[in-house]
């Protein structure tokens, strides 16, 4: 069975400064995918970033990038120069490989203040 | 390219009756899941459909759930006797394998139900 756990309820930061989202994993799964969607209050869940697991290379998307440890399960994101419209509900999910479902973390509340 | 859609929005019923959630995916997706999420929490594996043929059912989907996909393309979410445990918000999401990015999921803005 897979699981995602996300120990961080909620965070809040300043405008423009880091800010880096825990999450680790846990899957029997040889091959898989993870995720970190973002879910802004009161619209729809977007793909922040993915990370297939056999790539060595952690995966970046502009402001948005991870640090994957495959050997210790985790996988955190790090927004770089945070904006208020990166102020959402952030989830963390893991995926097998072949259609499989995803596993989501508990999500993490994240505010940028002005 | 439209995205996922899902209707109606917002459901409210009353205890016992039923009600049906539709959703249509991305049109090149042959692959169509449902999530239900509770307030505060993270989505939960429902169902999974590969064209029409419904490939997985978690243990969540009580026999009071009932999913279909006769075409392999819009989808559908019935409810039967719904109860106030059933009050959340039922997501949508569709994939395809061999695009760029395969495995990937998109998410509709899911049908927000409230049973009182």
């Known amino acids: 069975a897979q699981t995602v756990t996300q120990s961080q309820p909620e965070m809040s930061v300043q405008e423009a400064e880091t800010v880096t989202l825990s999450c680790t994993y846990d899957t029997s799964e040889s091959n898989y995918y993870l995720f970190w969607y973002k879910q802004p209050p009161s619209r729809q869940m977007i793909l922040v970033i993915r990370q297939e697991a056999y790539k060595q290379q952690n995966a970046t998307e502009n402001r948005f990038s991870v640090n994957f440890q495959k050997a210790a399960k985790s996988f955190s994101l790090k927004i770089s120069d945070s904006q208020l419209g990166d102020t959402a509900m952030y989830f963390c999910?893991?995926?097998?490989?072949?259609?499989?479902?995803?596993?989501f973390g508990q999500g993490t509340r994240l505010t940028i203040n002005p | 390219d439209t995205g996922v859609s899902q209707n109606p929005r917002h459901k409210i019923t009353k205890r016992g009756q039923n009600v049906t959630f539709r959703c249509d995916p991305i049109?090149?997706?042959?692959?169509l899941y449902w999530y239900r999420q509770t307030l505060g929490q993270g989505p939960e594996f429902l169902t999974y459909f590969q064209n029409e043929a419904q490939l997985e059912k978690s243990r969540l989907l009580s026999d009071r759930f009932s999913a279909e996909r006769p075409k392999g393309s819009f989808s559908t979410l019935e409810i039967q006797r719904t109860e106030q445990g059933d009050s959340a918000m039922y997501l949508c999401a569709s994939s395809y394998p061999g695009g760029r990015v395969e495995e990937t999921q998109y998410f509709g803005p899911g049908t927000r139900l409230l049973v009182l």
């Open positions: 999910a893991s995926g097998g490989q072949g259609a499989q479902k995803l596993v």
């Open positions: 049109s090149e997706h042959n692959r």
